[in-house]
């Protein structure tokens, strides 16, 4: 009896470890920030989620509009995240180039060139977001999205200034 005891008070005592990394894992929200956030969406991904969702009955969105909607968004932002990616990808490459003792003008300025044809490659996918959701949705609701804007970019500004900036990368 006593062996079972021990053995039972052993088992409790490592219960939380194991459900804790048995839940373990990144926030499943595709642009968050919060990467400490474990097993399932973070608050700010939720919250996120709960206004789309407000937007979408606002809007009055059939359900095959909503579905084609969150596909556009869906690649919208895994386009938008290569390109950021392919930027970052450029410019570590030049300041690599530009902290080597000889370094070689021809290389960056191919660089600087790349660099160039990304950001408008991301400026021309940012343009054609809006075109392409007005294809999906009718020209009232269209409109009603357009009235919203200017206070979700007030509100995007807002959550900026709350934020410390990011630290610098060295």
Do not use: W
Not at 81 to 90: A, D, G, L, S, V
Not at 99 to 104: A, F, I, S
Not at 144 to 163: N, S, T, V, Y
Request: proline share 4%; hydrophobic share 35%; glycine share 4%.
């Amino acid at each position: 009896m006593k062996n079972f005891r021990k053995f039972f008070f052993s088992c409790l005592l490592l219960l939380p470890f194991c459900v804790s990394t048995m839940f373990a894992g990144e926030c499943t929200g595709m642009k968050c920030m919060n990467k400490n956030e474990k097993g399932q969406s973070c608050k700010m991904c939720q919250k996120r989620e709960k206004m789309a969702d407000k937007m979408m009955e606002d809007l009055k969105v059939t359900p095959e509009q909503k579905t084609k909607l969150e596909t556009l968004r869906k690649n919208h932002e895994e386009k938008i995240n290569m390109f950021r990616t392919q930027m970052k990808e450029k410019r570590d490459a030049m300041r690599t180039e530009l902290t080597k003792e000889n370094y070689d003008m021809t290389v960056i300025e191919g660089l600087k060139n790349d660099i160039k044809e990304i950001g408008g490659s991301m400026t021309a996918e940012r343009a054609n977001m809006p075109i392409e959701m007005r294809k999906l949705l009718t020209a009232e609701q269209f409109t009603k999205l357009e009235a919203k804007r200017p206070k979700m970019k007030k509100m995007k500004k807002m959550k900026g200034d709350m934020h410390p900036p990011m630290p610098m990368e060295e």
